[in-house]
Each structure stands twice: as C-alpha cells, then as structure tokens.
C-alpha cells in the first residue's frame, strides 16, 4: 500500500500502489482543483513536497503542459500522477 498526504487538508490517506491522485483527492475530499482532469487546464498543479520518486513518470502530455506554463521542477498535474509505491506528500501551491 502507499501513501499518501494532502498537507493543505493535513490528510494522510492509505491507497493501493498505482492510484491517481485525482481520484484519491475526490474520494477523501482533499481540496485539490480539479477542472478538465486530462492534463491541459493546470487547474490541478500542486507542488510534490516528498515523494517526487513514487509517481509514475511523466507524459509527453503532461511534460509540454508544465513547460508551458512554466512549472516548478517540484510541481505535478494531480490529473496525470499515479502513485506508484511508498509516500507522497503534496500541497497546493
């Protein structure tokens, strides 16, 4: 099992290895924005304080989105992650 934590909510939640944020967000009403939920809005950035490791790899999609809009190398589209294994931590920036 992961884990993981909404430190804006201060929400740690248990979840099975590969689960998308987004729906762990909305499952534990962790107040994440959420808009298009396919990676192109940026509504859903949030900054990875730990645990930048534990998540899939990124996209192309994803990759072209963040540079777009000038991202944080610690910043992520909660749309697109997936926690692979162990603990994540994330905020909202």
Do not use: W, Y
Not at 13 to 35: C, R, T, W
Not at 45 to 60: A, H, Q, V, Y
Request: glycine share 6%; aromatic share 4%; with cysteine.
């Amino acid at each position: 099992m992961a884990k993981v934590t909404f430190k804006s909510d201060n929400k740690t939640v248990e979840v099975p290895d590969g689960a998308q944020i987004v729906q762990v967000a909305e499952d534990n009403g962790a107040s994440i924005a959420f808009s298009c939920k396919a990676g192109v809005c940026v509504s859903c950035l949030t900054n990875i304080n730990k645990g930048m490791e534990n998540l899939n790899e990124k996209t192309d999609n994803e990759k072209a989105t963040l540079e777009g809009f000038a991202a944080k190398p610690n910043q992520r589209l909660a749309c697109q992650c997936k926690i692979m294994k162990g603990e994540v931590e994330l905020e909202n920036p």
